[in-house]
């Protein structure tokens, strides 16, 4: 694939694996497919199922200021914050030097980066890791489990990532998410999910206590593996905050679109 392939493939995949996951959290999740634009709003108190995201490849400044001015009006309309997803390489290069400009007088603030990342990796080898056993998601204890997690890596607050994942039927289903153990503390976590032909890898996040220590890698592998296994699927995406952007390389994925994440102005 080329660059530009690869970026669109990433953000295609934002909007089909979200789709089916914003859903399973509200059957009345917004999940509109506008012109240039996809929402994909369960509008919970979870931010990360509140996504809108721009969807042309090539677009030029004049119409990435009108995009962003019409996803940060739909972020406007919502009763919950979230973020809208910007993958930079969809972008001509006039619209890329116009970007900051243009997201500060739609009335967005950036919130943070991450990377689009790919690769024709699968099958992986089940993982060993001498700390860790793994536990496949297959109850609401465990959903606990993998949301405080998620809180805690990612600075939410307990009850809204309890009030994100727990209940939620498809990740008791049909994902293949798992917790790595350490005896009987939950370290680290990483589900994979069939999207468009594709292993999509999302929600990975170890405690802060116990990062650096190999364990986020061996359970995105263990996820992988099983994943893999059932689907048969070789490819695989997902998109990396900054701090797991070093560990997915070593599994076999290659860096393709910047992604900038935007939230509206205080």
């Known amino acids: 694939m080329t660059g530009l392939t690869e970026s669109i493939e990433s953000a295609r995949q934002l909007a089909v694996a979200w789709r089916a996951m ?8 917004d999940v509109r497919d506008l012109p240039g634009i996809a929402v994909r709003w369960a509008d919970s108190p979870f931010a990360f ?5 721009l969807t042309e490849s090539g677009v030029g400044a004049e119409l990435a200021a009108r ?3 019409e996803a940060a009006d739909i972020m406007r309309a919502k009763k919950h914050p979230g973020y809208l997803w910007l993958f930079e390489d969809l972008f001509d290069e006039e619209a890329r030097a116009a970007r900051v400009t243009a997201a500060e007088q739609a009335g967005l603030q950036y919130a943070f980066p991450g990377t689009g990342m790919a690769g024709d990796l699968l099958p992986v080898p089940d993982p060993v890791h001498p700390d860790l056993t793994f536990v496949r998601v297959r109850t609401d204890e465990h959903l606990r489990a993998y949301a405080d997690l998620q809180s805690r890596a990612y600075g939410f607050p307990l009850e809204e990532g309890r009030g994100g994942l727990v209940g939620l039927a498809r990740w008791k289903s049909d994902m ?3 917790l790595a153990m350490r005896g009987d503390v939950p370290v680290a976590c990483a589900a994979t999910v069939e999207a468009d032909g594709r292993l999509f890898v999302a929600f990975v996040a170890t405690d ?3 990062q650096r220590k190999g364990y986020g890698e061996a359970v995105t592998r263990k996820a992988l593996h099983e994943g893999a296994r059932a689907t048969g699927l070789t490819r695989a995406t997902l998109h990396a ?3 797991g952007a070093p560990v997915y390389p070593r599994i076999g994925f290659k860096p393709n679109s910047p992604i900038h994440f935007y939230n509206l102005k205080d």
């Open 22 to 29: 914003v859903l399973d959290r509200a059957a009345d999740a």
């Open 208 to 210: 802060p206590q116990w």
């Open 176 to 178: 293949y998410a798992y």
């Open 49 to 53: 199922w509140n996504c809108v995201t």
């Open 241 to 243: 905050t900054v701090a």
């Open 67 to 69: 995009r962003l001015g």
